[in-house]
């Protein structure tokens, strides 16, 4: 049971570190990360917050991967719930400064990635199933036959192209954050001798079946 909680704790931990994250990308004034042009996109368009749209974005995703027989788990669920809300509290509690020039852009915008860096080690080493973007690109891996790399560049390209249109902010961050994230992650997984392929992550139906005897013990 202790050890069950500690996973669902490290879970929402990741989660909460990455909307701080995301916030800080945000404040950065440089231009917003590729998912999250595309929900302040939307949200411009139908006046709702960025975190509404991230969580409407994430059950309509979880829909489509469901009905191509794609699997998820309590993380996917939480991640597509919680992300969201606290993205919408922090920017409520407006507690990150806006930046006015440059320089202190690109430092809140590093700073943020690095944030959302332990944030996703957090929430892999849950093993508690991935989010709802992870599970779109894997069902167009798995459909299409195409690298994995190359369809998460489909994802973040698709989303930044239809966020412009809808007039979400593009700028110079749009393209640190694409490229920085994969970096910060190497170093925060290589820091804390991390290898997430060694992650066993569990579908919701196992975490529901395995719950008795984590109540029990």
Same mark, same amino acid.
């Given at each position: 049971?202790?050890?069950?909680?500690?996973?669902?704790?490290?879970?929402?931990? /990741?989660?909460?570190?990455?909307?701080?994250?995301?916030?800080? %990308?945000?404040?950065? *004034?440089?231009?917003?990360?590729?998912?999250?042009?595309? !929900?302040?996109?939307?949200?411009?368009?139908? #006046?709702?917050?960025?975190?509404?749209?991230?969580?409407?974005?994430?059950? @309509?995703?979880?829909? $489509?991967?469901?009905?191509?027989?794609?699997?998820?788990?309590?993380?996917?669920?939480? =991640?597509? $719930?919680?992300?969201?809300?606290?993205?919408?509290?922090?920017?409520?509690?407006?507690?990150?400064?806006?930046?006015?020039?440059?320089?202190? /852009?690109?430092?809140?915008?590093?700073?943020?990635?690095? @944030?959302?860096?332990?944030?996703? !080690?957090? !929430?892999?080493?849950?093993?508690?199933?991935?989010?709802?973007? +992870?599970?779109?690109?894997?069902?167009?891996?798995?459909?299409?036959?195409?690298?994995? /790399?190359?369809?998460?560049?489909?994802?973040?390209?698709?989303?930044?192209?239809?966020?412009?249109?809808?007039?979400?902010?593009? #700028?110079?961050?749009?393209?640190?954050?694409?490229?920085?994230? *994969?970096?910060?992650?190497?170093?925060?997984?290589?820091?804390?001798?991390? =290898?997430?392929?060694?992650?066993?992550?569990?579908?919701? +139906?196992?975490?529901?079946?395995?719950?008795? %005897?984590?109540?029990?013990?």
């Amino acid at each position: 049971m202790i050890q069950f909680i500690l996973r669902i704790f490290k879970l929402i931990l /990741g989660l909460f570190f990455c909307s701080v994250g995301i916030v800080m %990308t945000m404040k950065a *004034s440089l231009g917003f990360a590729p998912w999250v042009v595309l !929900y302040q996109g939307i949200a411009s368009t139908f #006046g709702l917050t960025i975190g509404k749209i991230s969580i409407l974005t994430g059950f @309509i995703i979880c829909f $489509i991967c469901f009905l191509f027989g794609e699997k998820f788990g309590l993380g996917t669920i939480l =991640d597509m $719930i919680l992300v969201g809300t606290f993205i919408d509290i922090n920017l409520s509690l407006n507690l990150i400064p806006e930046m006015q020039n440059i320089f202190s /852009g690109i430092a809140l915008l590093m700073t943020g990635l690095l @944030i959302m860096s332990f944030g996703i !080690y957090f !929430y892999i080493n849950a093993g508690l199933s991935a989010g709802p973007r +992870d599970n779109l690109m894997v069902l167009i891996e798995r459909k299409t036959g195409l690298a994995v /790399g190359l369809c998460r560049g489909i994802l973040e390209t698709s989303a930044v192209f239809i966020g412009w249109l809808l007039g979400g902010p593009v #700028g110079v961050g749009t393209i640190l954050s694409a490229f920085g994230i *994969s970096f910060f992650i190497q170093i925060v997984f290589s820091l804390m001798k991390f =290898d997430p392929a060694k992650i066993k992550h569990e579908t919701l +139906d196992s975490t529901l079946k395995a719950l008795p %005897t984590f109540l029990k013990n």
